[in-house]
């Protein structure tokens, strides 16, 4: 028989290069932040509000969009989403005032949503249960990698565009990968001429079989009933709200809090995503590991458990730091702890999702978006009213420990959904 093909890593390529994307357009507009709001006259709340509005939009929209996905495939519905939100954020470029700012933001959410469950539910159709974890965190690497150095390179844009040219630019790269993916991707590997029947058998080895997607009241009773489902969404709140603080509200807690000049800002609002990628990387081959020899329990949720105390002791730390550079290191610490979990968070997402993966991953993500979403406010209401930065470190060590708790109560092996019965209710 001949050798499998690998037509399964050009997948995860694509995808790959749909994370940079993303967090290039989505992360940029920390860094372009003040400009912006000298610009339009906007105060710190208002910037708050123009964070916030695309995180409530990117919330809700999620679970439809992945629903969509779950029952007609992620080949036309990923174009879809990069194709709006390519114009939004062109569009971002254009804003002249609070009003249209803030709509336009609102609008780059709904296009973005679902992106993060389409990719899930792709892999879960493309790529072995063994080989998840590794792909998962190479696919995270990816887009922190690109956040990590997304305010370097605005910073350097800054010199010669101006930042509305920037958001025109960073816009137009989603074009192009949605060309190659429309010509190239398929929904199932059966239907992809370059994948042969060596390959196709390593990955449907351990595949749920397609079945039905079921509606209607008991569905939706069943997933917001599950224990895996609610342990899930509680866990990826923190992981969310220190994400958006990173892209978001860093940059300028370093330069207020910190008096971080221009020539170490970059560097250091960076910081937490560049490291993050290493941490990808390293939690999605460990988890995979962990679980092949331990089980998925251990594999999983022991590694997210012990990995978010380690994230929630590094920001109190942060918090009651006086150093500037030991504070933003122990932020960076906190991040790619956090981001040591994704593999782990998205493969149980896989395994416990099974055909109706694309609504679990939008489920969790969505929930930890609309909770994250409060985060810009927090530091703004924080900044305005108390002059203190430090109430949502705190407020993130916190929740990790919650977290925490909430890996201890998953069960990698337990199906969010009995889909036998969904099908033939009783």
């Not at 092949?292 to 105390?309: H, N």
Request: aromatic share 12%; net charge positive; glycine share 10%.
């Amino acid at each position: 028989m001949p050798a499998p093909t690998r037509v399964r890593y050009k997948v995860v390529a694509l995808a790959t290069c749909l994370a940079v994307i993303t967090h290039l357009d989505r992360a940029c507009i920390a860094t372009l932040a003040p400009g912006i709001m000298r610009d339009l006259g906007l105060t710190t709340v208002q910037m708050g509000y123009v964070f916030t509005s695309f995180q409530l939009a990117y919330a809700l929209f999620e679970i439809p969009t992945a629903r969509w996905a779950d029952r007609k495939g992620t080949r036309l519905v990923l174009a879809r989403i990069v194709v709006w939100w390519s114009l939004l954020t062109a569009a971002t470029g254009a804003a002249t005032s609070y009003v249209g700012l803030l709509t336009t933001r609102f609008f780059f959410g709904v296009g973005e949503a679902g992106a993060w469950g389409c990719v899930a539910r792709t892999f879960s159709r493309w790529i072995p249960r063994r080989e998840r974890g590794t792909v998962q965190g190479i696919f995270f690497a990816g887009a922190h990698m690109v956040g990590g150095l997304t305010p370097a390179l605005v910073l350097w844009l800054l010199q010669f565009l101006s930042w509305r040219q920037i958001f025109v630019a960073f816009g137009m790269l989603g074009f192009v990968w949605t060309a190659v993916w429309l010509a190239w991707f398929r929904n199932d590997p059966a239907e992809h001429p370059g994948v042969n029947a060596a390959e196709l058998q390593a990955i449907v080895a351990d595949r749920s079989a397609e079945a039905d997607h079921p509606s209607g009241l008991k569905y939706w009773r069943a997933l917001a009933r599950s224990r895996n489902m609610i342990a899930l969404s509680i866990m990826y709140i923190p992981n969310c709200m220190i994400f958006y603080f990173c892209i978001t509200w860093l940059p300028t807690y370093l330069r207020q809090r910190h008096g971080f000049e221009a020539a170490s800002l970059g560097l250091f609002a960076g910081l937490p995503l560049i490291v993050s990628m290493p941490g990808d990387l390293l939690g999605g081959v460990v988890t995979d590991r962990l679980a092949s020899r331990f089980g998925l329990r251990a594999g999983r949720c022991g590694l997210g458990a012990v990995s978010y105390l380690v994230a929630g002791a590094a920001l109190v730390l942060a918090a009651r730091s006086s150093s500037p550079v030991a504070a933003a290191v122990l932020i960076a610490v906190a991040t790619g702890m956090t981001m040591f979990t994704l593999g782990a968070a998205w493969a149980t997402v896989i395994e416990v999702g099974r055909n109706q993966v694309g609504v679990v991953g939008a489920t969790m993500n969505s929930v930890g978006n609309l909770a994250a979403m409060l985060n810009p406010l927090i530091v703004a209401y924080s900044v305005q009213w108390f002059g203190n930065w430090n109430v949502p470190l705190y407020l993130m060590g916190l929740l990790f420990l919650l977290g925490a708790a909430c890996w201890l109560v998953v069960d990698p092996e337990r199906a969010v959904f009995d889909e036998t019965a969904l099908a033939h209710p009783s």
